[in-house]
């Protein structure tokens, strides 16, 4: 009697636990906060993807999370704050903030976005990479002589570890960092350094490390930071909120030796142009998987690059279209400065496009779980260390490569035929900086 009493009990327990989509029980009578950013019916799109076969009944999601810095006048902020209290749930701050952006108040200065599974760890780089001195020798005549360096990752990193619950509720791990490089801050007066030489690099930088619980279409306020470009007048407030893409997996024939191929799409879009389809997407998962890649073709954006590799399940496949350049690690000099500093030993860094990826089907064909890795990485000349007196001339005389970097990490399960998006990435101006205007929608597909 007293194991069927436990028994009983076990499957009343079992019967209980919620699924995603519904409410814990304590609100199940209590409405949704309604989204701002949801016009109504018209507006919301079809989470399925449409795929040959019929459907399963295996619901998969994929479950990633966007990211925003907003610079707020600080007059503005102030006087909300004064009326407000700073809320747990931000959604409705967040469409608020959405009307300060239109009126002035307000400025849209960066978006990330990853797309990831719950319980792995996914990261999005948009990066321009410098070299800066850490330790001086001296001289006997002109600058120090710059000994050893150390490389600096300057603009917008995010990463992720992002759980799933049965409530549909996301539990959230986020390390979001943003970085800029001002100028030089010399102890003093150097003849024979140039503007734009680096020597005393200054740093700015807005770090957050926070960990929450997030409902479906829920905004966060995960702080307030001084402006990045260093303006008193305004403040950045930094947003973010969890995204899913939900489609049900479905039977279709299989592939002969789990062979098929893979495609890679990078399109560049406007950065308000995003938001505007961002916020106003309504039900997002079915702009995931694949209605945001018609939108932004359908709007003229740009495709900067397209990868297509064939592979077999299970065996790790890499694309590389790359130009290598090589550089020295370090720099000599003679005692007194006199003469060009000689390089030694040396590095190899591959710039273009690397694609490297692990493809796994499902057990009927009709899903395949991917680790990706695409990258793509610039090179805008040379930073300047260090200059000799060559010629009544100051010359270069230690000097490194500038890389930009734009690199997704992380995994995902696709359906077969549709462009699912992977990540929102910032691209370079034509100076090799990070550029504020513009977005890079990284894309995959399998078919």
């Known amino acids: 009697m007293k194991n069927l009493t436990l028994l009983l009990t076990s499957l009343l327990l079992v019967t209980a636990v919620p699924t995603r989509g519904q409410g814990k029980a304590d609100d199940a009578t209590k409405p949704k906060p309604a989204d701002p950013f949801v016009k109504g019916p018209k507006e919301k799109v079809d989470k399925t993807v449409e795929t040959k076969g019929a459907p399963t009944g295996n619901q998969i999601t994929n479950v990633g999370l966007v990211l925003q810095y907003i610079d707020v006048k600080r007059e503005r902020w102030q006087k909300w704050l004064s009326e407000n209290s700073a809320p747990g749930d931000a959604t409705k701050l967040r469409g608020e903030v959405e009307t300060w952006i239109t009126s002035g108040d307000a400025t849209l200065a960066e978006t990330s976005l990853i797309m990831g599974k719950s319980g792995n760890r996914s990261k999005v780089e948009s990066v321009r990479q410098l070299h800066c001195p850490e330790t001086f ?19 917008t990193t995010l990463e992720v570890d992002l759980v799933m619950g049965a409530d549909g509720a996301v539990e959230v791990q986020v390390v979001p960092e943003r970085s800029a490089y001002p100028g030089e801050i010399s102890p003093r007066q150097e003849t024979g ?13 807005q770090r957050v490390t926070g960990a929450m619980t997030l409902a479906e279409n829920e905004w966060a306020l995960l702080g307030s930071e001084a402006s990045l470009d260093g303006k008193k007048s305004h403040t950045t407030l ?11 997996e479905r039977t279709v024939p299989g592939n002969p030796g789990g062979e098929a191929m893979l495609t890679f799409q990078w399109l560049e879009v406007g950065h308000d142009q995003l938001n505007g389809w961002l916020m106003n997407a309504g039900d997002i998962s079915g702009w995931i998987g694949g209605v945001l890649h018609a939108k932004a073709l359908e709007a003229g954006a740009t495709i900067l690059v397209e990868r297509v590799l064939r592979f077999k399940s299970g065996q790790r496949v890499k694309n590389e279209s790359i130009v290598e350049v090589i550089y020295p690690t370090g720099y000599v000099s003679d005692d007194e400065g006199k003469i060009l500093a000689a390089p030694i030993n040396s590095a190899v860094r591959n710039t273009g496009v ?4 692990d493809p796994v089907f499902g057990q009927r064909g009709s899903t395949l779980d991917l680790n990706l890795a695409p990258e793509q990485v610039f ?13 009544a001339q100051w010359q270069p005389s230690v000097t490194f490569p500038i890389f930009y970097l734009m690199k997704t990490t992380t995994q995902v399960t696709l359906p077969l035929d549709n462009y699912v998006l992977v990540s929102v990435l910032s691209p ?16 995959v597909k399998v078919s």
Request: aromatic share 14%; charged share 20%.
């Open 238 to 248: 930094i947003f973010t909120r969890p995204v899913f893409h939900e489609f049900e």
């Open 428 to 443: 370079p101006d034509e100076t090799g900086h990070l550029n504020p205007a513009r977005k890079v929608l990284n894309f």
């Open 137 to 155: 020798t001296a001289h006997k005549i002109g600058l120090p002589f710059p000994q050893s360096f150390q490389v600096k990752s300057l603009g």
């Open 193 to 205: 350094a140039e503007a734009g030489d680096i020597r005393w690099p200054s740093f700015r930088y």
């Open 354 to 357: 690397t694609v490297e990826a």
């Open 379 to 391: 090179h805008f000349g040379h930073s300047v260390h260090h200059r000799v007196l060559v010629d």
